[in-house]
């Protein structure tokens, strides 16, 4: 027997996947920028980038690059990000009647 998936998951997760490597470029680019004193990315533009799709991206470029990841303000905003996404997810679920 065979489960098929879903276009709204393909489209989804796809979605995901280009906006992950988006945050994960922005956020490198962003560390890059500030070893060499350059104009820096803003973090609203990185918190943006997370908010509309790249969140794993960012808590990867969190944690490879190690950017932002002493600033308890930006933490702080991220993991809104963060337990929204997981919000929107579970309610979609929900809905959906996959749980």
Not at 67 to 76: G, I, R
Request: aromatic letters at 16%; proline letters at 3%.
């Amino acid at each position: 027997m065979t489960s098929a998936v879903s276009p709204f998951v393909l489209y989804a997760a796809a979605w995901m996947a280009a906006l992950s490597g988006w945050a994960l470029l922005l956020f490198g680019f962003d560390k890059w920028r500030a070893g060499r004193g350059g104009r820096r990315v803003p973090e609203a533009t990185l918190l943006l980038a997370c908010a509309v799709g790249g969140w794993p991206g960012g808590l990867a470029g969190m944690f490879l690059f190690r950017h932002k990841s002493a600033k308890t303000s930006f933490q702080l905003k991220f993991a809104a990000v963060v337990a929204a996404w997981v919000g929107a997810v579970v309610a979609t679920a929900l809905w959906l009647g996959w749980v």
